[in-house]
């Protein structure tokens, strides 16, 4: 009999991965996370990552990063329920839920945490989650955390939400419908103003996680719901501070009661470290600075334009993004693996997203481009993007 801590059956399904081409190996990152990279001791362009605005590695956040490490060392002791709840966490929140145009602001220690804690701490048995089919993982991880019945609406599709609602809310004390404000996959936006009107008539709480909103859209990067003017009509609205913003961490943006029950109830803030004390510092600065000029959502947004209509003339497949997100949809899992490895070898990062994340059949490379791109550096990657469409018969 086999031992059971060779793991053997791990083993088998790791090769399976392999067998199928789908096996990873983590890209090491020798330096910042910027426009251009050092990988594997390569100079590469980089069309992965989330810091849309260029400011994980902007002198200004990490002047106030240094500064808190400073005052306050480096990490925060405690959870916030306990002693972990420094002047520097109160001082960020009041300046985020000025920024968000909300009442009230909890942070958490990501975005992820903030699904996994506030989902299940605002709904109970007896109630209804309706969430769209294309939700983030930590959506859907957070859903399962609750207690409440669950179902799903097809992608985007107010109707199929409607149908949901007629042959179920009746049942259901209180519903809650959830969605992505930013569907990181693709680039396509909730039909927000919509799904207000729908979760009014029938008496429901609404729920966005804007992870790819923040910083992006809405004016000086509030977010999707400032871009729809939908202030005061979304009951839960969740920003990454991971993304856009650079640094790390997460927020639930609401009215008071929200942030009082979080407060006792949201388990990530009660069982889990509060952020470091650097992070915060980095945050305060990123949001000061979005709050004082347009210059860095202009260029992300001038940026995604120019690349998008230059990828476009090659005739790639680039979906129906809204925003800066491109995916370049080559279909086949290992083709898609294979695509961004030659990218790769010809000196540009753009990672290969697969199933389970996105649908069998719909592999892409998925392009971020960031307000810290040149046009030069775009225009270098669009000319890879050629050569390797061309060699691999996908142009
Ligand atoms: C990235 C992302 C998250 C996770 O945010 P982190 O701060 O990285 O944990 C949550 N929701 C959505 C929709 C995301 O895209």
Redesign the pocket.
Known sequence: MSNVHELNYLKDQVQELKDQGVYRVLPVLEGANEAEIILNGQSVINLSS?NYLGFASHPRLKEAAIKAVEKYGVGSGAVRTIIGNMDIHEELEVKLAAFKREEAVMVFQ??????AGAIQAITNKGDLIISDEL??A??IDGVRLSRADKAVFKHSDMEDLVRVLEEKRSNYTNCLIIT???F?MDGDLAKLPEMVEIAEKYNCMTYV????GSGVLGENGRGTVDHFGLHGRIDFT?G????AIGV???YVAGNKVMKEWLLHRGRPLLFSTSLPPAAVGAIMEAVDLLSSTTEYTDRLWSNAKFFKAELGKLGYNIGNSETPITPVIIGDEAKTVAFSKRMLEKGVFVSAIIFPTVPKGKGRVRCMVTAGHTEEQLSRAVKVFEEVGKEMGIL
Do not use: E, R
């Open positions: 989330n990501s975005g992820f945490n903030c699904n939700n983030h930590s959506i992505d404000g930013v990181s996680d804007d992870a790819h969740i990454t501070l991971s993304k790390i961490g997460g």
